[in-house]
Structures are given as structure tokens and as C-alpha cells.
Nanobody, 123 residues
């Protein structure tokens, strides 16, 4: 059964930090490139951070908008991928999702997404 469960969002002041977690199905996770995406109302979902499978060194990459502030990591034993966010800005406000990269997980021919977790950065 496919599972993508994001958690850890909330309301934080500018300059603050949050740690997002994503619990995944083990069968998907261990061999997949994984990523965090975010979406704001009226805009397309954007890719912000990626991590390769352990067999490829768990290499990471980031969009310029979050580079130096966000850190993606994975724990294969727990089937989780984490996004540590610091120095948060109001423009980081969005719903955050995890999924595979470069294509989202497909279930019965359709893209599958979890419910996401809301991050709001506001004073």
C-alpha cells in the first residue's frame, strides 16, 4: 500500500525553524530518489529539495530559494525523509509535500500525493 504522510508543519515567526517529516512506504522509499515540494494557492507545485537513494550516496540538491537554509535527509531504517528548515521567510509559506523525484509516485496510472503539511511564516 502506498503511503506518504507529511507532518511537522505549523506557524512560525520569520527567522524561525521547523522540521518536516514524511513517512513513506518502505517498498518505494529505499530505491527512490526522494524530494520535497511546496505549493501556494494559485501556483504550481515546485520542487525545492532532492535526495538520491543511499546506493547513490544520498546526494542532495536544492532550489536556489532554499539553498543554505533547508536540509533534506533520509532514514532508510524508518522509511522517512526529513526537511529541516531554518531562517524561515514569509515567502516560505506553503503546503509542503514529499514524493519521489523526478516523477511523483503513480498509483493506478495517476499521480499520488499525500495530504501535505501547512507551513505558515508570519509575525
Amino acid at each position: 500500500q502506498v503511503q506518504l504522510v507529511e507532518s511537522g508543519g505549523g506557524v512560525v515567526q520569520p527567522g524561525g525553524s521547523l522540521r518536516l517529516s514524511c513517512l513513506t512506504s518502505g517498498g518505494i522509499f529505499r530505491v527512490s530518489h526522494m524530494a520535497w515540494y511546496r505549493q501556494t494557492p494559485g501556483k504550481q507545485r515546485e520542487l525545492i529539495a532532492t535526495i538520491t537513494p543511499p546506493g547513490l550516496g544520498s546526494a542532495t540538491d536544492y532550489d536556489d530559494s532554499v539553498k543554505g537554509r533547508f536540509t533534506i535527509s533520509r532514514d532508510n531504517a524508518k522509511n522517512t525523509v526529513t526537511l529541516q528548515m531554518s531562517s524561515l521567510k514569509p515567502e516560505d509559506t506553503a503546503v509542503y509535500y514529499c514524493n519521489s523525484d523526478p516523477r511523483p509516485i503513480s498509483v493506478n496510472g495517476a499521480d499520488y500525493w499525500g495530504q501535505g503539511t501547512q507551513v505558515t511564516v508570519s509575525s
